[in-house]
T-cell receptor
């Protein structure tokens, strides 16, 4: 049982490059989320998808876009990467939007 | 969302019971308390959730006094593998579960 799978695990980008982070879950969950975690800090919500076909902004959406491709997959796109977006990105899913969330192991993204 | 306050760090030894207290003075009637655990280089993991009194599962216990302005996560007989950051969150009982993470409590368990 893989749970929540994120790819890639590591990535280095140059300023201005674009990148899509992939997330897939095999638990038949309805809700999915993207967070970022900066060093020594808690997680901050970027975007979420309460159910297939819907997406909404979280606390820090600027500079990002998302796509809920189907029930399993929720991708995060950086159109023009900036050094301030250097962070660890976590994807999570839950059965419904008021249930505990299950997290992936993160994507470590560095932007030079 | 209610703001939470918890100690920045705690130290313990293997085999001891660890109690991490979280303060949430402005918790609302419909809010409940949730705890997550995060190991280095991993995503957070759900530990336990409760509304009032006491909740226990195979991993931890959660104690919530009658006024619900604080809560205590209790980890019985910790081991080295319990070294992690523990986050206390207060969530609304209905609708979208918007997790707002603080900086958490960094627990270090020594031999």
């Amino acid at each position: 049982n893989a749970g929540v799978t994120q790819t890639p695990k590591f990535q280095v980008l140059k300023t201005g490059q674009s990148m899509t982070l992939q997330c897939a879950q095999d638990m038949n969950h309805n809700s999915m989320y993207w967070y970022r975690q900066d060093p020594g800090m808690g997680l901050r919500l970027i975007y979420y998808s309460a159910s297939e076909g819907t997406t909404d902004k979280g606390e820090v959406p600027n500079g990002y876009n998302v796509s809920r491709l189907n029930k399993r997959e929720f991708s995060l796109r950086l159109e023009s990467a900036a050094p301030s977006q250097t962070s660890v990105y976590f994807c999570a899913s839950s059965i419904d939007s008021n249930q505990p969330q299950h997290f992936g192991d993160g994507t470590r993204l560095s932007i030079l | 969302l209610a703001k939470t306050t918890q100690p920045i760090s705690m130290d313990s030894y293997e085999g001891q019971e660890v109690n991490i207290t979280c303060s949430h003075n402005n918790i609302a009637t419909n809010d409940y308390i949730t705890w997550y655990q995060q190991f280095p280089s991993q995503g957070p993991r759900f530990i336990i959730q409760g509304y009032k009194t006491k909740v226990t599962n195979e991993v931890a216990s959660l104690f919530i006094p009658a006024d619900r302005k604080s809560s205590t996560l209790s980890l019985p007989r910790v081991s080295l593998s319990d070294t992690a950051v523990y986050y206390c969150l207060v969530l609304m009982n209905t609708g979208f579960q918007k997790l707002v993470f603080g900086t958490g409590t960094r627990l270090l368990v020594s031999p």
